[in-house]
């Protein structure tokens, strides 16, 4: 015998519910947003979301737009992380990484490997 199975998800309006917990009311849709830093997700039905927007455009309207945030760069390879790197290698060549090649990145697990063993330098 074979049994279907349906998934429905709902989405509530999330300031209807502040508002009132006992009373449910549909969103329409899902509007994100930045505060201060930080970066927010809200289900609202309609007449919600047009009442955030009118209350928030003429802040938009007025305001800068930034570019989005990146994730930090690694800084510039130094003479001393190429050391560290050559090192790393060498003693994970010697202890249990045979495989590894002489060029490329080395991965995290060797990398935490040797920093647990002090971060030896090469022989």
Known sequence: MNVAQRTEIILLDDLAAAECPAREVRADETISFGYQGSHFEIDLSARNARRLRQDIDPFIAAARRVPSSRAPRPGPRTAARRRDTANARA???????????????????????WEAAGAPAAP
Do not use: Y
């Open 91 to 113: 003693w994970a060549q010697k202890n249990g990484f045979p495989w590894l090649g002489e060029k490329g990145r080395l991965p995290d697990e060797v990398m935490k490997a």
